[in-house]
């Protein structure tokens, strides 16, 4: 075997750094352009209705299954510890706070790199080895317009509301969970919620954090179809960074997030 | 057409997303729209030790309204407390009593306010002059174990 | 449209890199208005690139490509899409639409860039699917089409606009004989009738001298050669006699440069 040098292992570890800022410059060019360029075709209206539904309308259902067990598992787990303290009245207060701040936001936007991101991965990858991508260019038509920026779009507009949706269905299953089945006195149960969760704190700044990461999830999702090798090897590999690179960047920026919106500095 | 179920789909979806915020504001987090209908009214503390602004003000353990500010008056070193209580409750004597309770042991602290027996009611910008601070409980503790020492001297 | 020119698109000392690899040093193409010409070279030669190279999908590292006298790597992003509107690509694959059935394919640069109404664009539609032969086909979605058919009704589409530069990519490939029959018809007859300039790049011989009035023979960053179909077939150049008759071995050769055998088997050692 070849024996690589240090200086070689230097400028392979330059070699790579070079790559990633030039994807990084390469993926913010790809956004402006896909979002502020200047559109060549008048129905993007129909398109983005389009991208709504194959983006938010078919996600709704694994949102809407998920939020309802996610809710019910927290309230019974709720319940158990805080009747070790007999405050069982506050288990609605727990639900509610926990998924409005932190799992209605983070775990909408891992279900949606899952569902949507990776289908957008592909479709856009498929299209792109299929030359699709770039017989729209030599018709005239940007693909950037076109094909990314009504997927962008549909999903920056998507998750907030599912995440919401998240969160009331969520509320739900803990609600019942609570007061139907472990006995939890439905007035204490809502009024505890009512009382300790602020609009603006708590439902405004998870709103803000699952726009954030549908703006994230979204843009890694489509740039990496778009930026793909277009071989179905290139596609499937794609399909797999958008998950995983978008379920590290949305855990990682919750931390942020979260430190700046409830951390006290 | 198939355009027109396309259509009708993203438009349920808007509705419910938007039934979810409302859903949020009004029904979880207990935001009301026209905040009119509260008034406002002052009390001072010596300690208001663990009470927080939107802590609840109760009345005969009813909910009545809540804490909307906490700040320290300047001049009296107390703890001023500023409370929105429901125009429905406008009946309050000018001398009830305010006090910091908690609820259980460990649990939140709150407003209790216990009735007078003025004619001369509450209005806006009133304030209860009657009040009974946060107990501490390291306070307590502390009074507690002094006695015990006095008494053990007496003896 | 400037005519002062007799060449739809040139090529003047155009440079093309990928990473560190030349594909292309300082070639010159004239592709002349009006005619079939042929780029021909063995696969890997970067015959696809040139292509992209005129469609302005790639930007070359020097050089200018000119087409109809404007010069591509000067052009704004805008202007681009604009002068796209003159150029038709039929892509290897065909590339159509896979959500939109033939009809709406083919009608797609109509709705695009123009407002006609609804029966005039059913009227082109059915007219250029009529030259292809294929407007019994017009409700069929594209998976339901066999690979010459999809090329033919992405031919359709490329002309639906009435193009002044048409471009094939390997429009014979893994087609049967038929097929092959039928687009070498298509492509000279469109090119006759509508007098559009055709560019044809491929690697198989037979067919596209067979249609080509003009060949360019390009490999190893170079343009091996040029000329009539004919005066290529008697070239006294052995690269291009080696391509024109398809031996094994020879100026192109059959290993890729690689040390020493012998050496590199002894290495193991």
New interface residues.
């Given amino acids: 075997m070849r024996k690589t040098s240090v200086l070689e292992r230097v400028r392979l570890f330059g070699r790579a750094g070079i790559d990633l800022l030039g994807t990084l410059g390469r993926s913010v060019i790809f956004l402006l352009?896909a979002l502020f360029?200047?559109s060549?075709?008048g129905n993007g209206f129909?398109l983005l209705?389009?991208q709504?539904?194959s983006v938010?309308?078919m996600s709704?259902a694994i949102i809407v299954v998920s939020g309802v067990f996610i809710g019910m598992v927290l309230s019974l787990q709720g319940f158990s510890i805080l009747a070790q303290?007999?405050?069982e009245q506050a288990v609605g207060q727990m639900v509610?706070l926990t998924l409005?701040r932190e799992l209605g936001p983070v775990v909408t936007a891992l279900l949606f790199a899952g569902r949507a991101g990776s289908a957008l991965t592909a479709e856009i990858g498929n299209m792109k080895s299929?030359?699709?991508l770039?017989?729209?260019?030599?018709?005239?038509?940007?693909p950037l317009k076109y094909i990314v920026a009504p997927r962008l779009w549909a999903g920056f507009i998507?998750m907030?509301?599912?995440a919401?949706?998240f969160?009331?269905v969520g509320?739900w299953g803990g609600s019942m969970v609570a007061i139907d089945w472990l006995g939890v006195y439905e007035g204490s149960f809502?009024?505890n919620?009512?009382?300790?969760?602020?609009?603006r704190e708590?439902?405004l700044n998870g709103?803000i954090k699952s726009i954030v990461f549908a703006f994230v999830v979204t843009w890694i999702a489509v740039f990496q179809g778009y930026d793909c090798e277009p071989t179905s090897e290139g596609i499937s590999r794609a399909t797999t960074k958008t998950v995983v690179y978008a379920s590290l960047a949305v855990l990682g920026l919750d931390f942020i997030l979260t430190a700046l919106m409830f951390g006290d500095f | 057409m198939q355009?027109r179920t396309?259509?009708v789909?993203?438009g349920?979806?808007?509705l419910?997303?938007?039934?979810?915020?409302l859903?949020?504001?009004l029904?979880?987090?207990?935001?009301t729209v026209g905040a009119d209908n509260t008034y406002k009214v002052y009390a001072s503390f010596d300690n208001i030790a663990g009470l927080t602004v939107?802590?609840?003000v109760t009345m005969a353990g009813v909910?009545i309204g809540?804490v909307s500010a906490i700040d320290l008056d300047r001049d009296s070193y107390m703890g001023r407390v500023t409370m929105q209580l429901d125009e429905a409750v406008n009946n309050l004597p000018a001398d009830s009593t305010a006090s910091i309770l908690t609820?259980?042991l460990?649990?939140e602290k709150y407003i209790g306010i216990s009735v007078g027996g003025e004619e001369e009611v509450l209005g806006e910008g009133g304030t209860i002059h009657d009040t009974q601070s946060s107990l501490v409980l390291e306070d307590l503790i502390g009074k507690f174990l002094l006695n015990s020492v006095n008494k053990d001297q007496a003896n | 449209m400037s005519a002062e020119s007799p060449y739809a698109v040139e090529l003047k000392g155009v440079s093309f890199k990928r990473g560190e690899r030349d594909i292309f040093k300082n070639v010159d193409i004239h592709i002349p208005r009006g005619k079939v010409t042929g780029i021909m070279g063995p696969s890997g030669c970067g015959k696809t690139t040139l292509l992209r190279l005129i469609?302005a999908?790639l930007m070359p590292s020097q050089g200018e490509v000119r087409v109809n006298g404007l010069n591509l790597p000067s052009l704004s992003?805008?202007e681009l899409?604009?002068m796209?509107?003159q150029?038709?690509?039929l892509?290897?694959?065909g590339?159509?639409?896979?959500d939109l059935d033939v009809f709406e394919n083919v009608a797609?640069?109509l709705r695009?860039?123009t407002q006609l109404p609804e029966e005039m664009i059913r009227d082109i539609v059915l007219m250029k699917l009529q030259a292809v032969g294929l407007r019994g086909a017009v409700e069929l979605m594209p998976d339901e089409l066999s690979g010459g058919m999809k090329r033919r009704v992405?031919l359709a589409?490329a002309i639906v606009?009435d193009p002044q530069i048409l471009i094939y990519d390997e429009p014979f490939v893994g087609q049967d004989p038929i097929a092959m029959g039928v687009l070498v018809r298509l492509i000279r007859l469109l090119n006759d009738a509508l007098g559009i300039t055709s560019i044809v790049v491929s690697h198989d011989l037979a067919e596209t001298a067979s249609i080509a009035d003009y060949l360019y023979v390009v490999g190893d960053t170079q343009v091996l050669g040029q000329g009539t179909p004919a005066e290529l077939m008697d070239s006294d150049n052995p690269r291009i006699r080696q391509f024109m008759q398809g031996t094994p071995d020879g100026p192109v050769p059959f290993h890729f440069p690689a040390d020493n055998y012998r050496d590199d088997l002894l290495r193991g050692r």
């Fill in positions: 352009r360029g200047r060549s075709t129909q209705v389009k709504l539904y938010g309308v709704l303290y007999g405050s509610a409005l299929t030359e699709q770039s017989s729209l260019a030599m018709i005239g038509v940007d998507s907030p509301l599912l919401m949706i969160s009331v509320i809502w009024a919620m009512q009382n300790s969760v602020s609009f708590d439902v709103v | 355009n396309l259509e789909g993203v349920l979806f808007l419910a997303g938007l039934l979810a915020f859903l949020l504001a029904r979880v987090s207990g935001l939107r802590s609840k909910t809540k609820a259980g460990l649990g | 469609a999908e992003r805008g899409f604009d796209r509107k150029m038709g690509v892509f290897q694959s590339a159509l639409f896979t797609f640069p695009v860039h992405a589409r606009l």
